[in-house]
């Protein structure tokens, strides 16, 4: 069996799946993907496996809709726009460049639910079951930028590395202020050498303040919760 059947396997994906992820994978091997991962080997791990293993948490496995925030070449979202083929998928990306190539392995892989949206993340709109974020910013700021797309009772799920308490401290405070509660930290290993992991999940439990999200670049220059390593409030 091929890695990408491997893949489709352990996560219970169909055939037609299987074959929109090798598309993924040919699409991700031109000299124009906007990636440094370009080798198959390595891009079944870091863009596949690493996007799929979100469908460990059951709140993905049963989005009707799903926004990719900084979907950067695609992943998570085109990943999961062929594992869940019933979810609407919008991938959410501030470059242009980006965005045209996500539009154009979209197509490649005859992903019709999957359609790229090019619009910085403070200026999106929707309400989605499931936003997803893997590598744009620190916690703080991608619950700033996710919590405005959720309906209530919808779900974050931000990509982690090593846990940072000091991280999990300041995002709480700015959870609580977006109307968003933490509801779980799953350690996940998504290819072999993955190494601390983790899924973090956040459920929009009362409406986010009309002010959220901040005008463009106010969460990176003044994230909710505080820099890194500033005192608890007083």
């Known amino acids: ?51 799929l293993v979100a469908l460990e948490v059951p709140a993905v496995r049963h989005a009707a809709t799903i926004a990719d925030l900084g979907a950067g070449a695609g992943f998570p979202g085109l990943a999961l726009a062929a594992a869940i083929p019933e979810a609407r998928v919008t991938l959410i990306e501030s470059a242009g460049r980006k965005a045209d190539f996500i539009a154009h392995l979209a197509e490649r892989a005859q992903l019709s639910n999957a359609h790229a949206l090019h619009v910085r993340a403070e200026d999106a709109d929707g309400q989605y079951d499931v936003v997803t974020v893997r590598a744009v910013a620190g916690l703080p700021v991608v619950l700033e930028y996710a919590a405005p797309l959720l309906d209530e009772g919808g779900t974050a799920v931000l990509w982690r590395g090593r846990r940072d308490p000091d991280e999990e401290r300041r995002a709480a405070l700015a959870a609580s202020a977006l109307g968003l509660e933490r509801r779980d930290v799953r350690s996940v290993r998504p290819f072999p050498a993955a190494e601390h992991r983790h899924l973090h999940s956040y459920v929009k439990v009362a409406p986010t303040p009309d002010r959220f999200p901040r005008r463009a670049g106010t969460a990176r220059k003044r994230p909710l919760g505080g820099r890194p390593g500033s005192s608890l409030p007083s």
């Open 1 to 51: 069996m091929s890695a990408v059947g491997d893949l489709a396997e352990r996560f219970g994906l169909s055939a037609a799946a299987a074959v929109q992820l090798e598309a993924l994978l040919d699409g991700l091997g031109e000299p124009d993907a906007p990636t440094t991962v370009h080798a198959r080997a390595e891009a079944i791990d870091v863009h596949l496996a690493d996007s």
